[in-house]
């Protein structure tokens, strides 16, 4: 089928693109930047945060779905109140959009960040691993905007049946350039994030190939007709981004997780991805350890 994605030249973006492109489906990307993958049928720059841009995007391709990545991607990248509006905005018209030219299926791509980790003033888990019912708690524009983004798509999911709608909370996404050395979304290589783990102890360790972020992605569209519109689900690698259990890390580096660290034995994550095992029959396939080794 037509798939229009949103942020298509993104990190995320290019491997989605690649994926959908893969598996046969026509592919249409839309983005402000410059250096959108090949893989695309078509490409199109177009501001969506205007409403009447979205529009015409929306009314010249058609398609029968739409991911949704575009968005200023990480915090404090922007100021907060251009951070705030930019992604909301986008949320809004491509979900408004889509819903009034009769697009089947929408992805929304969400973020960990929504549920708190790293807030100035202490933060401390419910529970350990963390899913989807885990409380939010945003402590900044970006990760507000995306929990702003996930409650528009839930707002058109209940009042618009005729679309089936989701949103992914994928982990650190990791791009296949970065496990040769290429700086990750922080400005860090991996090898300096298991190198130095207070790098990653702030987001709990959490990661996930691009890849298999990408997959997820695409399996997701496929199984919407079967699912409650308007689910949530974490997306993450089958282990953390860290060589010691974090059962034993995570208290030395966030003491306020120590109540619940002993959940997590082994190379268990902090994120569970259970949910998108049980209703999609999905899980990731890499890790640190399969793309650069035990090192």
Known sequence: ??????????????????????????VVGVDTKPGTPHDCAEVLPADLTDLGEAFEVMARYRPRAVVHL??????????DAFTYRVNTQLAFNVCETAVALGVERMVVASSPTVIGYGAPGGWAPARLPIDEEHPAAPWNAYSLSKLAAEQTMAM???SSPGTRFAAVRPCFVIAPEEWEGAPTQSGHTVRERLDHPELAGVSL????????????VLTLLHKLPE??????FFAGAPDALAREPLCELLPRI??????HAAALTGTAPAFSSE?????????????????????
């Open 70 to 79: 575009a968005a200023i991607a990480t915090p404090f990248s922007r100021t």
């Open 205 to 216: 360790f959490n990661y996930i190939d691009a890849r298999d972020a990408s997959e997820m």
């Open 1 to 26: 089928m037509r798939i229009l994605v949103t942020g298509s030249a993104g990190r995320f973006g290019r491997s989605v693109v690649r994926a959908l492109s893969d598996a046969g489906h026509e």
């Open 156 to 158: 058109f999911a209940r």
């Open 227 to 232: 699912l409650d519109s308007g689910e949530v």
């Open 275 to 295: 949910k998108a095992g049980r209703l999609l029959g999905w899980q990731a396939k890499r890790s640190w350890r399969t793309e650069i080794g035990d090192i």
């Open 254 to 259: 966030m003491p306020s997780t120590a109540a």
